[in-house]
């Protein structure tokens, strides 16, 4: 066997399955040991078959020994985000309506990553229906920081962060309606990208419409993640709204893009819109000083975003009462409250309010159009506080100021997500007591490639 590691990229990885340095079923034991030793105390993974796990990695090697066609992700192992539907396994949601539920289809994502050859081992842990930055349910409990335990992974794909960045799993899926691929990314030093809307359809949807939520990729570097995204991007059928580019287009390697020249837009309270933790602040600043030593334009510019928060909030709200809250009538008892009281915020949604929020969307994209002209990047922070303690559902104070509710601390994070531009989390510093810190990369959209090259550039010059 070579001397791979759970820790060796995920290209790494690959390329030692597709030349026969490795079989899938020994890197599968590599991850299985992992998995043992780290997962009972951060309780990333859930849904664990080491039995069907073994028998998929015996079937990948058997499929490479006869010369069948292998897949980008062969013999890779991999964890599914407890939101996105598993054929055969146990799909809960995090959520306890939903405890017992076994998939009896794969979703879209699901099924490119089950074709591109992976080993399925089991699920990653989310907060009750993806429902907030902090991974926690009442069905299998809380995921736990891999720097440090008496923190939060963040969330909704916190078991996925928290999985990757402790070498259980070498890529992993997510989700991000309002942060949930960006901040858990920040919390536990790995990479998470939200694609441009469209990049990564998704089916089925109880509305193939909506167009806040997005699947996406997370890997412990830039060009795994690229590596990932190759497989889950391009169009389908099912998906009206798909952006018709090949997935192939974003397969690695990124080349050698160079900072020199690049038009960064640095900001790191988007013109005071954020309250952003002290720590936080100080490492986006070196940050964007950092860039500049590297030939980088940088200049202290943002666009407005002053319509965000009220578009963000009241489309969120609609579409949790639309999709949940006929469930929410039927289980009463069963949601934790803060996503009760967003379900319940939508019920009092008029058209006219609705139509208000997709108004200001349409606004919000043409801001990011007009400011894109001028800049190429936007840099800001991914999360606004580090990683919190892991018995708070979410931080009340920043910086000794109370925040309003649980989703006021993530507003660095949900801003972006209504103006529909891709953006991604690259670790780039610690706070004094070493947990992760990331920042934010924006683009245009539609310009993933671009921003996955600017990404890895932006990653060579912090390593």
């Known amino acids: 066997m070579s001397d791979l590691t ?51 990695a015996a079937a990948a090697d058997e499929a490479y020994a006869s010369g069948a066609f292998v897949g980008p992700l062969h013999g890779l192992p991999f964890a599914v985000k407890d939101t996105h539907a598993l054929q055969g396994w146990r799909t809960t949601y995090g959520s306890p309506i939903h405890a017992d539920s076994v998939a009896d289809r794969d979703d879209l994502l699901v099924e490119r990553i089950r074709r591109a050859g992976a080993v399925f081992v089991g699920k990653t842990n989310v907060p009750e229906f993806a429902a907030g930055s902090h991974t926690f349910n009442t069905v299998f409990g809380v995921t736990r920081n891999p720097v440090d335990p008496s923190r939060s992974a963040g ?52 509305n193939q419409w909506e167009s806040t939520s997005v ?95 009220d578009t963000f909030r ?36 008029t058209g006219a309010d609705v139509a208000r929020a997709y108004a200001q969307r349409t606004a919000l994209s043409e801001t990011m159009r007009l400011f894109f002209g001028d800049h190429d990047v936007l840099v800001l922070p991914t999360s606004q506080v580090p990683p919190f303690p892991v018995e708070q559902e979410f931080p009340e104070t920043i910086n000794g100021l109370r925040m309003p509710d649980y989703l006021a601390w993530m507003r660095s994070a949900y801003f972006i997500t209504v103006t529909g531009c891709p953006a991604i989390s690259v670790p780039a510093g610690t706070t004094a007591d070493g947990l992760p810190v990331g920042i934010q990369l924006v683009a245009r959209h539609g310009a993933d490639r671009e921003l996955l090259e600017v990404a890895a550039a932006v990653e060579a010059l912090f390593s």
């Open 215 to 309: 699947g996406g990729p997370m890997a412990r570097n830039v060009g795994d993640v690229a590596l990932l995204l190759s497989v889950i991007a391009g169009p389908d059928p099912r998906a009206p709204h798909a952006l018709g580019d090949p997935g192939s287009g974003f397969a690695p390697p990124l080349g050698t893009r160079s900072l020199a020249g690049l038009r960064v837009a640095g900001s790191v309270d988007l013109g005071g819109a954020l309250v952003v933790d002290r720590e936080v602040a100080d490492v986006v600043r070196t940050s964007l000083e950092r860039l500049s030593d590297a030939g980088a334009a940088v200049t202290q510019a943002h666009p407005d975003l002053s319509l965000a928060d």
């Open 314 to 349: 009241t489309l969120r709200a609609w579409h949790f009462q639309a999709k949940l809250g006929p469930l929410l009538a039927e289980h009463a008892t069963s949601f934790k409250p803060s996503l009760e009281a967003n379900i319940r915020a939508g019920e009092s949604l």
């Open 6 to 56: 759970v820790d060796s990229t995920a290209r790494a990885q690959a390329a030692a399955v597709r030349g026969g340095d490795v079989s899938a079923r020994e890197l599968l034991d590599l991850h299985l040991a992992r998995i043992a030793e780290r997962n009972p105390e951060l309780n990333a993974i859930v849904s664990l078959d080491e039995e069907r796990a073994r028998e998929a």
């Open 155 to 206: 969330g909704s794909s916190g078991g996925a962060a928290c999985a990757l960045a402790s070498g259980m799993v070498p890529l992993a899926d997510g989700s991000d309606m309002g942060g949930s691929l960006r901040n858990p990314a920040s919390f536990c030093g790995v990479v998470g990208m939200r694609p441009s809307l469209g990049r990564v359809p998704e089916w089925p949807l109880y």
